[in-house]
């Protein structure tokens, strides 16, 4: 796993890093309300800002990456509303594997238990994965787990901040989530986060993704309706 390296803020090298802040695309999307959504970006192959842009609802329940797979039943039109944005002078109808992408398996797709304990079917794989927009200052996390949602029941794509590490149904091995792979890279403090999920239609609320913010150590647990 390698990360880009942050810039030296601070001659006092013993000091904790900063809390990451992602910042919300400013827009509102999905099928099942309006809610704030998150740039990430998958498939930068050599840290130029070549990867493929993603706007992702952020996911407590879950520790998967998922970006929507191919559909041959999603146009364009489509494919924007799932948060797919221009790629190559189009707008791709799910994931473009690249360079990076390394095939893993076709598995279940376990959900949260808000979808009734429902499966679908994911594409598993690895890729490089990075916060924000793509570009050459995007902070980027190679070899992690990222899944095709090959359904389009799951809208929009999902970035799983759960804790707890990551194996397909088959699979005798598992990997850490991007949440635990950034605090190994020195990026972040601790492995905590701080979310308010934004809505178009309640204005007062403020939406904001705070990565491991305030805290080295805690014992608090919350729980997200």
Not at 10 to 21: C, K, L, R
Request: glycine residues 10%; negative net charge; contains cysteine.
């Amino acid at each position: 796993m390698i990360s880009k390296k942050r810039a030296d803020t601070s001659s006092n090298t013993t000091a904790p890093p900063a809390p990451y802040v992602l910042t919300p695309t400013g827009e509102f999307n999905g099928n099942d309300g309006d809610w704030s959504t998150f740039w990430i970006n998958v498939g930068d192959s050599d840290g130029t800002g070549h990867g493929q842009n993603f706007k992702v609802l952020i996911s407590t329940s879950s520790a998967l990456i998922i970006v929507p797979g191919h559909s041959e039943v999603c146009d364009s039109n489509c494919a924007e509303g799932r948060g797919l944005a221009t790629y190559n002078s189009a707008i791709p109808d799910g994931l473009v594997e690249g360079k990076s992408w390394k095939l893993v398996g076709t598995y279940e797709l376990k959900l949260p238990e808000w979808w009734f304990n429902k499966t679908l079917t994911g594409k598993y794989g690895t890729d490089n994965v990075g916060l924000g927009q793509s570009s050459a200052q995007s902070l980027i996390l190679t070899d992690q787990y990222v899944v095709q949602n090959l359904d389009l029941e799951l809208y929009m794509g999902l970035f799983g901040l759960a804790y707890g590490d990551v194996a397909t149904s088959n699979s005798g091995s598992s990997k850490p989530p991007f949440l635990t792979n950034f605090f190994a890279s020195n990026q972040i403090p601790s492995k905590s986060f701080g979310y308010t999920a934004g809505a178009k239609y309640s204005k007062w609320m403020p939406f904001n993704l705070y990565i491991h913010a305030r805290f080295v150590t805690n014992t608090l647990a919350t729980s997200f309706l």
